[in-house]
């Protein structure tokens, strides 16, 4: 009896380890070196490297470019994107993303809530615009620099900044001078978000790049998804954030009636 707890065990843990390893490659999609990986894992380098082999027997994961990496396979893009399928917000959503991107002319992206992140979920390059943000789909967005993240926050009844910050302080860094850092700004800032309807990255991932976002509201009237559009902040200048936020909240609006919402920004 002992002996097969044991084994059952053994066994669970080489799972949790295995998908520990996927998730941590999903943020090096160009690949990520032996040493490197053991290091986040807090694995030694030989079990990281006999997990990598049956990932990669499976055919999960494979060797990247460069000698002694490892990345994700397209397996585990298919996984994701059947997962995406079955999320209804994308057919839903997407038609007036479509417009919204062709109106504007800027990448359109579209989000969800993880936990103490925004993932994304949809992405529309730029029609016109020339900047081509990096950002993609399934990429993790830390919410106290992202546009979208502080929708998510803001909009939360049931969010703690205290608990947040305390709880991510170690992932905190000031990207751009302008990347909030300070507890008591980001309080000001969730304030003001919620006031105006929309939340602002004013280049504080990325200078010389603006994003602007607004919630989507599901039938429950709580904040689901958030959507945005991001743009070089020379090119904001000639669109003008008036004109660019009056379509981005009316998209807003208009999938969150979709939703069967009836609160509107």
């Known amino acids: 009896m002992k002996e097969e707890q044991d084994k059952k065990a053994g066994s669970n843990q080489s799972l949790i380890r295995g998908l520990m390893l996927i998730d941590i490659l999903s943020n090096f999609p160009n690949g990520c070196p032996l040493a490197k990986l053991a290091e986040l894992s807090k694995l030694n380098k030989s079990t990281t490297h006999r997990m990598l082999q049956t990932l990669q027997a499976c055919g999960y994961v494979k060797a990247a470019n460069s000698t002694g990496s490892y990345r ?32 504007i002319g800027e990448t359109v992206n579209l989000s969800m809530r993880d936990q103490h992140r925004a993932v994304m979920i949809y992405k529309l390059e730029p029609t016109t615009g020339m900047l081509r943000t990096r950002a993609y789909i399934g990429q993790n967005l830390e919410l106290y620099c992202s546009a979208m993240g502080k ?24 990207h751009t001078a302008t990347t909030i850092i300070e507890q008591s700004a980001m309080r000001i800032e969730l ?20 994003c602007f976002a607004c919630p989507i ?36 609006n208009s999938i969150s009636q979709e939703l069967g919402s009836q609160r509107e920004i």
């Open 72 to 103: 994700l396979t397209l397996k585990s893009l298919s996984i994701g994107q059947k997962t995406l399928n079955s999320i209804n917000i994308l057919s839903v959503a997407a038609p007036y993303l479509e417009k919204l991107n062709l109106d």
């Open 151 to 174: 929708i998510f926050m803001a909009y939360d009844d049931n969010f703690t900044l205290a608990d947040y910050w305390q709880n991510n302080q170690h992932n905190i860094q000031q």
């Open 217 to 252: 509201f599901n039938i429950s009237g709580n904040v689901a998804y958030s959507v945005s559009v991001s743009l070089s902040t020379v090119r904001l200048q000639h669109i003008g954030q008036a004109n660019l936020l009056a379509q981005l909240k009316q998209a807003a």
């Open 191 to 210: 304030n003001k978000i919620k006031e105006e309807g929309y939340a602002i990255d004013n280049e504080e991932n990325e200078q010389g790049v603006t």
